[in-house]
């Protein structure tokens, strides 16, 4: 449990972490040899397009697009979930960058699912009308798919009903996987908003919240909290979100 006296300690050390990481990443960036961002990110979306269109046999120009960016957290970083704030209050906040990961997919011809990853090896496959258990009922070994099969476990646990699968490619910003900007939060969100689209679902960002938060706790059984799915879908341009951890 958090000690009270430690908590402004926390907040300290997590802004001067979240400052050095953030100025890092500028300097990093500032000495990058591509010149222009917005090409090097067009690239990357072409490259994405055409695996995709490859993977399912389609035309490049139906391929749909999933962007979630990495985040920093200037306040709270990991003491969210304390027992003392989610009991007494406490704020915490959280910014996006302008690097993140990308999925690529499109909606398949049936309930199928395959994925591939540009970090990790392997395929996923499953069908969207298999029913999920959570991975400590299942005794799958947790890897990289984990989070599309806990995303299916979400959205079936709130009753959506789901009939189409989707065929996809999922990348993260190279160099950055390890860097304290990430987390496992844009994956279980993205594969939720792509499962979504393809089954012509409309979910608000705070049931979406609350799924990824179903994917870590219950699915994966990480003892996390809702702050990164927050930041990464509540957040606005040029806007530093807050949010108050205390619950009602």
């Not at 027992?83 to 690097?99: E, P, Q, W, Y």
């Not at 900007?181 to 393809?198: D, F, I, K, N, T």
């Not at 705070?206 to 996390?224: F, G, T």
Request: with cysteine; charged share 20%; hydrophobic share 40%.
């Amino acid at each position: 449990m958090l000690d009270p006296s430690s908590i402004s300690l926390l907040l300290l050390v997590d802004f001067i972490v979240a400052h050095r990481v953030l100025t890092d990443y500028r300097l990093n960036c500032s000495t990058a040899p591509v010149r222009c961002p917005r090409s090097s990110l067009q690239f990357i979306l072409d490259k994405i397009n055409t695996t995709v269109a490859e993977m399912a046999g389609v035309a490049v120009d139906i391929v749909r697009f999933v962007v979630f960016p990495y985040r920093i957290y200037p306040l709270g970083a990991h003491i969210d979930h304390q027992i003392f704030l989610m009991v007494h209050g406490g704020i915490v906040s959280a910014m996006t960058i302008d690097k993140g990961i990308i999925l690529g997919f499109v909606p398949s011809a049936d309930s199928q699912v395959l994925l591939r990853s540009g970090q990790f090896g392997g395929e996923v496959r499953l069908r969207v009308d298999q029913i999920q258990l959570p991975k400590a009922e299942s005794k799958e070994e947790c890897k990289w798919g984990s989070y599309a099969k806990g995303a299916l476990y979400a959205l079936q646990r709130g009753g959506n009903n789901l009939k189409q699968g989707i065929t996809g490619f999922i990348c993260g910003t190279k160099g950055l996987d390890s860097s304290g900007l990430s987390s496992s939060a844009p994956m279980g969100v993205a594969y939720l908003l792509a499962l979504e689209s393809a089954n012509n679902l409309s979910i608000s960002p705070a049931e979406n919240i609350e799924y990824d938060r179903l994917i870590e706790n219950k699915y994966l059984s990480l003892k996390n909290d809702i702050l990164d799915q927050s930041a990464i879908l509540l957040s606005s341009y040029e806007c530093l979100t807050c949010m108050d951890c205390k619950v009602s």
